[in-house]
């Protein structure tokens, strides 16, 4: 059914025709400018804390965080980390253009395929899109190149992260995707499925009791990439060298 018939079935059902033009412009300028409405003041905060808070989030929800310099040192930290939880080395792998980059072959016990999940796979790595530190919030679009199988069907997903994708709220990680996301042939910026992942999967419904990996992952590591400098904890971001402001006082050391 196309659209115009399922929008000509509700208007019956309302039993109105097409909105006039006054009131079409109106909601066509609403979808256009995409308002905002309330932000919760705790998402605008300075790049380290904005940060420290999604990771303060991502930790609050059963999920981990481990801050990694670059793409290289993946493989080490995701060793030991599978190490740590007695999994195997063996993990089925996004194929996405950003982590074929990793030199995997400084972990030559690390084994991987790229595909989507399987039930039977155990350990998945997944390409971070977006996040969302508001809440500890992984935004995750679907693509050929991020299966959203490797979400749902293994015991234990790792994602990698970087941290100049950690925006502040939510209609931020929108922008984004509105802003990368274009798709020549609708002119749309939707991909099939977005899943927001908060933690590992979990639910409390019987007795009141909670149980990890109820409807997905048990564990859900993030491997954080510290690409953004302002991002940095406080003791370890660049120092700026002081600069001189003409007809002011001389900087110091001058």
Known sequence: MTKDAILGAIRRGLKRGPLPADQQAMLGGRLATHPRHLIPARSRLPRP??????????????????????????????????????????????????????????????????RRAEGTDQVSLQHGYAAVAETGTLML?????RPTTLNLLVETEVVVLRASRIVGPYEDAWDLLRAEGKDTRSGGFMPRNIMF???????????????????????????????????LPMGDAPVAPPIAIPGGPPAPGD
Request: proline residues 11%.
């Open 49 to 114: 804390d904005q940060v420290a808070l999604f990771i303060h989030n991502v930790e609050k929800e059963f999920g981990t965080v481990e801050r990694v310099p670059d793409l290289a040192a993946i493989p080490a930290a995701l060793s030991g980390y599978l190490a740590a939880q007695n999994l195997p080395s063996r993990f089925v792998m996004a194929p996405h253009p950003e982590l074929r980059e990793i030199p995997w072959a400084s972990r030559p016990l690390l084994e991987f395929e790229q």
């Open 197 to 231: 992942v908060t933690g590992p999967s979990r639910s409390a419904d019987i007795e009141q009791t909670l149980e990890l990996g109820a409807h997905g992952p048990r564990r859900l590591h993030i491997l954080l990439i510290d690409d953004d400098p302002a991002a």
């Open 141 to 145: 679009p679907s693509a050929p190149d």
